[in-house]
């Protein structure tokens, strides 16, 4: 059986801003998912939306492209009067956060970690070297924070839980206690090999750290919900993180023999994983390995 291994879901290692200039969102569908109880999961183009609808207002979890602003709302009219109180941002990326404006328009408060919301303000340059504008005001979050927070409403609890420096420097994982589900963001992708976005403040360590605060958090049949790919169970972020080990050990030593990052990568430290890794490519292996050695080099 395949391992179900975070990563990027991208062909090749192009930015997710680059991958929103290029699609066509008019053909784009929202799918609804009930999950459990009054939570639901929407999926259309980007990171997954997590939905609790109820009397006590809508309590929604990322936005996905802002292109794609007024198909989410009708989603979850579909499936609420349509109140949506409050937003959480489980990091920075645009395919997470690109429809806070639209959300912050509808009346939403939102809430981020204290990272995200600077990094919303000053974002780092794109790939190019090009300078990324701010985000409007009505997308920043009003509330920021860096201790868990619990929020309850629509007879659920549901824990907002700080990532330190795992995909982002502004992560978080979001756990609906009822629901028996936990929100990942993108520092836990069940799809392709990771992505350690250092420009944004992400580490090697704190994904590690993150994935075993998974493992401590809810129940041993606690729902993983990935910031893409398929929904899993504790097992397969346990293999996910005995992966990202495994490879880090193989490019540690030759970081250590001063070998260079395209030494490094041309040595093919993941090949054992190839095969086993759902969606793996070769583009975001070399791109994980490279992470790594950065990481590594830099600790030196």
Known sequence: MKLMIAGCVLAACVSVPMLAQQQDFSQVQIKTTKLAGNFYMLEGSGGTIGVLPGPDGVFMVDTQFAPLGDKIVAAIKQISDGRIRYLVNTHVHPDHIGGNENIG?????????E????????????????????????????????SPITFHMNGEDVHLI?????????????????????????????????????????????????FDLIAKTGRAD??????????????????HKAMMVAVRDKVA????????????????????????????????ADRFVGQLYQELKTAR
């Open 105 to 113: 328009k509808q009346g939403a408060t939102i809430f981020a970690r």
């Open 115 to 146: 990272n995200l919301r600077a990094r919303l303000m000053k974002p780092a340059p794109a790939a190019s070297g090009q300078p990324t504008p701010p985000a409007p005001p009505m997308a920043l979050p009003v509330v920021t924070y860096d």
């Open 162 to 210: 700080p990532v330190p420096g795992a995909h982002t420097d502004g992560d978080t994982m979001v756990y609906f206690q009822g629901a028996n589900a936990i929100m990942t963001g993108d520092f836990y992708r069940s799809t392709g090999y990771p992505n350690i976005d250092r420009a944004n403040g992400g580490t090697m360590n704190g994904m590690l750290a993150g």
């Open 222 to 239: 606690t729902k993983i919900i990935p910031g893409h790919g398929a929904i899993v169970d504790k097992a397969a972020v346990a293999a």
């Open 253 to 284: 030593p030759l970081v250590r023999q001063n070998k260079s990052q395209e030494e490094v990568v041309a040595a093919k430290p993941t090949a054992e994983f190839d095969s086993k890794v759902t969606g793996a490519t070769a583009a975001t």
